[in-house]
């Protein structure tokens, strides 16, 4: 069974919609953090929580950590083709901050 | 400043071949990790590293084995390959500084094996 669960696994959108992907643990998220992936490339950083009720933001998309930092969520505004690609939530489970565990990922389509 | 570099690119081998997968990285980070990405697995830990001489198995390590001999590279040896063992390999480091940071990401490895 997967530590860290996605959802949805795909999803497409036509541009200008909102969307959010959901980052699941039946453990706690010592450090929780969402990268992008364009097809065939390595991951880009976005952004990481750390503290329960943490929110950041980078351009058009926010990022949370729920209360009892076992929940996160991604949520895109006014979607564009750039946001196009795969997302994967990645997070320390043991607190050791050694290792993350990845998540399967969000596969995300605008539409124009 | 080249990042995290990966040799090769691409790669096929047969069944039963050996070869070796090179991560370099110019940050002078501590911790190296090398992830294989499967459709619908997202990334598996494979082995890692928390520095120059040392290693430590991750969640995948059979069929593999891991050198870090310099702080700079990280090598990933495939002994015998096998079809499973198909796959987009990538590599990944992170500094000590700010411990709880972000790793970064080398471009990846797509290995075929027949």
């Known amino acids: 069974s997967q530590e860290l669960e996605q959802s949805p696994q795909s999803l497409i959108v036509q541009e200008g919609k909102n969307l959010t992907i959901n980052c699941t643990s039946s453990?706690?998220?010592?450090?929780l953090y969402w990268y992008k992936q364009k097809y065939g490339e390595g991951l880009i950083f976005l952004m990481m929580l750390q503290k329960g009720g943490e929110e950041k933001s980078h351009e058009k998309i926010t990022a949370k950590l729920d209360e009892k930092k076992q929940q996160s969520s991604l949520h895109i505004t006014a979607s564009q083709p750039s946001h196009a690609g795969i997302y994967l939530c990645g997070a320390d489970l043991s607190g050791g901050y050694q290792k993350v565990t990845f998540g399967t990922g969000t596969k995300l389509q605008v539409i124009p | 400043n080249a990042g995290v570099t990966q040799t090769p690119k691409f790669r096929v081998l047969k069944t039963g071949q050996s070869m070796t997968l090179l991560c370099a990285q110019d940050m002078n980070h501590e911790y190296m990790y090398w992830y294989r990405q499967d459709p619908g697995m997202g990334l598996r830990l494979i082995h890692y590293s928390v520095g120059e001489g040392t290693t430590a198995k991750g969640e995948v390590p059979d069929g593999y084995n891991v050198s870090r001999l310099k702080k700079q590279n990280f090598l990933l040896g495939l002994e015998s390959a096998a079809p499973s063992q198909t796959s987009v390999y990538f590599c990944a480091s992170r500094g000590l500084a700010g411990t709880k940071g972000e790793q970064f990401f080398g471009p990846g490895t797509r290995l075929t094996v027949l």
């Open positions: 453990k706690t998220l010592y450090g």
